[in-house]
């Protein structure tokens, strides 16, 4: 048995020889080594690589070249291949580039970003981001904060003074405060800022306290609305606050006792009224600051913001000025007249009947514009002024203060 052994490992070692051929007689190949891989191809077409393994052939800084930030798009392509700012920054600048639109009818049609300007307010950066800072930084948090603040007051005022009541008894005589074709006047400019306000309101505040609680749908179209009515409104506005400048400016022009009634504010935090003439200092302050100043500023924006303003350039630096001041000066003007309003209504017993009839009880007269009523029993003034036939139903009875 190992003599058999032996001759069959001997056989199995000469089969092996003879099956490596040559090679392995020449001790290149050992006989349990697998042969090499042949070689694979390498795949064709397109490779794919990371962006950010490539690595720009730089011979030399670029950047430290003179005139390097001056630079063409094209110049700065040669040195530093893919760098595009050259172009943003003309972009930037406001460049006006290719557009097919008419310049009549869109200047700014092929300028892409506003040149930088820095607004009261904002930052040294384009013109519309300067503008948007200066809406949301500024104009909506401290427009809303001041338009709560004087509502707070009244609510305050009102909560610890009440209504400010007549200290003596009606006599039943009447003076007629305001003709017809005066309240007329004023309620046609009180209905329209009244529109102006609210629907301003909503577009400027609206979605921090409107929208949460009618959703987004609903607040949409309720927006849209009032926007179109902002727009439609706003001429009968300026034409109704024109009409009341004309018809109030003589009474509002100042008189004796104006200057004591504003040092005594009116009186309001005592017990007896600071006399006054047919507007007290207070009133002529509300016009001259609120109807004037104010609704001027207010009118000539808002019709640049409706264009309605021949031969001016609407561009977008215009607008965007434009409705800064438009809505600055419209909060300082509702601020005011919410104090208006609270005086007008609930503040003062009688002061809405004179506005809804246009008749005073000649008590009412004589305590609120004591200097009115004097020229009004002097017969300075008319008692009055329009017709007797105009009298309502519940005052014709009554007699003129001057007549009886």
Same mark, same amino acid.
């Given at each position: 048995?190992?003599?058999?052994?032996?001759?069959? %490992?001997?056989?199995?070692?000469?089969?092996?020889?003879?099956?490596?051929?040559?090679?392995?007689?020449?001790?290149?190949?050992?006989?349990?080594? =697998?042969?090499?891989?042949?070689?694979?191809?390498?795949?064709? $077409?397109?490779?794919?690589?990371?962006?950010?393994?490539?690595?720009?052939?730089?011979?030399?800084?670029?950047?430290? /070249?003179?005139?390097?930030?001056?630079?063409?798009?094209?110049?700065?392509?040669?040195?530093?291949?893919?760098?595009?700012?050259?172009?943003?920054?003309?972009?930037?600048?406001?460049?006006?580039?290719?557009?097919?639109?008419?310049?009549?009818?869109?200047? /700014?049609?092929?300028?892409?970003?506003?040149?930088?300007?820095?607004?009261? $307010?904002?930052?040294?950066?384009?013109?519309? =981001?300067?503008?948007?800072?200066?809406?949301?930084?500024?104009?909506?948090?401290?427009?809303?904060?001041?338009?709560?603040?004087?509502?707070?007051?009244?609510?305050?005022f009102y909560f610890t003074k009440g209504t400010i009541e007549l200290h003596g008894a009606e006599t039943g005589r009447k003076v007629e405060r305001f003709t017809p074709f005066e309240r007329a006047a004023h309620w046609s400019n009180?209905?329209?800022?009244?529109?102006?306000?609210?629907?301003?309101?909503?577009?400027?505040?609206?979605?921090?306290?409107?929208?949460?609680?009618?959703?987004?749908?609903?607040?949409?179209?309720?927006?849209?609305?009032?926007?179109?009515?902002?727009?439609?409104?706003?001429?009968?506005?300026?034409?109704?606050?024109?009409?009341?400048?004309?018809?109030?400016?003589?009474?509002?022009?100042?008189?004796?006792?104006?200057?004591?009634?504003?040092?005594?504010?009116?009186?309001?935090? $005592?017990?007896?009224?600071?006399?006054?003439?047919?507007?007290?200092?207070?009133?002529?302050?509300?016009?001259?600051?609120?109807?004037?100043?104010?609704?001027?500023?207010?009118?000539?924006?808002?019709?640049?913001?409706?264009?309605?303003?021949?031969?001016?350039?609407?561009?977008?630096?215009?607008?965007?000025?434009?409705?800064?001041?438009?809505?600055?000066?419209?909060?300082?003007?509702?601020?005011?007249?919410?104090?208006?309003?609270?005086?007008?209504?609930?503040?003062?017993?009688? %002061?809405?009947?004179?506005?809804?009839?246009?008749?005073?009880?000649?008590?009412?007269?004589? /305590?609120?514009? =004591?200097?009115?009523?004097?020229?009004?029993?002097?017969?300075?003034?008319?008692?009055?002024?329009?017709?007797?036939?105009?009298?309502?139903?519940?005052?014709?009875?009554?007699?003129?203060?001057?007549?009886?």
């Open positions: 048995m190992p003599r058999f052994s032996s001759t069959l %490992a001997a056989f199995g070692f000469a089969l092996s020889v003879a099956c490596a051929g040559p090679a392995f007689a020449q001790g290149k190949v050992a006989p349990h080594d =697998e042969p090499p891989a042949p070689a694979q191809a390498a795949p064709g $077409g397109i490779q794919s690589q990371n962006i950010f393994d490539v690595k720009p052939e730089v011979k030399r800084d670029a950047s430290s /070249e003179a005139g390097y930030d001056k630079q063409t798009n094209a110049q700065r392509n040669a040195v530093q291949p893919g760098n595009n700012s050259p172009m943003w920054r003309d972009v930037k600048q406001g460049l006006a580039g290719y557009s097919s639109l008419p310049a009549s009818q869109a200047p /700014e049609a092929g300028v892409l970003i506003q040149p930088q300007v820095q607004y009261p $307010g904002s930052r040294l950066t384009t013109a519309g =981001e300067a503008w948007r800072q200066v809406r949301n930084n500024w104009i909506i948090p401290y427009g809303a904060a001041l338009l709560a603040i004087i509502l707070l007051a009244c609510a305050i009180a209905i329209a800022f009244c529109v102006l306000a609210i629907s301003g309101i909503v577009m400027a505040f609206g979605k921090f306290f409107l929208l949460p609680v009618i959703g987004s749908t609903l607040f949409g179209w309720l927006t849209y609305a009032l926007k179109t009515m902002h727009n439609f409104v706003g001429p009968l506005f300026v034409v109704s606050l024109v009409i009341v400048f004309v018809t109030f400016v003589r009474d509002n022009l100042p008189q004796r006792g104006d200057l004591q009634w504003l040092l005594h504010g009116g009186g309001l935090f $005592g017990n007896k009224e600071v006399p006054s003439n047919r507007f007290n200092a207070g009133e002529k302050a509300l016009f001259w600051g609120g109807v004037f100043l104010l609704g001027l500023v207010v009118a000539a924006s808002g019709l640049v913001l409706d264009k309605l303003i021949p031969s001016l350039l609407y561009d977008r630096g215009t607008m965007q000025v434009a409705h800064m001041i438009h809505a600055v000066a419209a909060v300082l003007m509702m601020a005011m007249f919410i104090g208006h309003i609270y005086m007008g209504t609930l503040g003062m017993r009688g %002061a809405f009947d004179a506005m809804k009839t246009g008749y005073v009880d000649e008590t009412w007269a004589k /305590e609120h514009h =004591e200097y009115w009523y004097d020229d009004v029993k002097a017969g300075k003034i008319p008692a009055q002024r329009s017709k007797p036939a105009t009298l309502s139903a519940p005052g014709a009875a009554d007699t003129p203060a001057n007549a009886a």
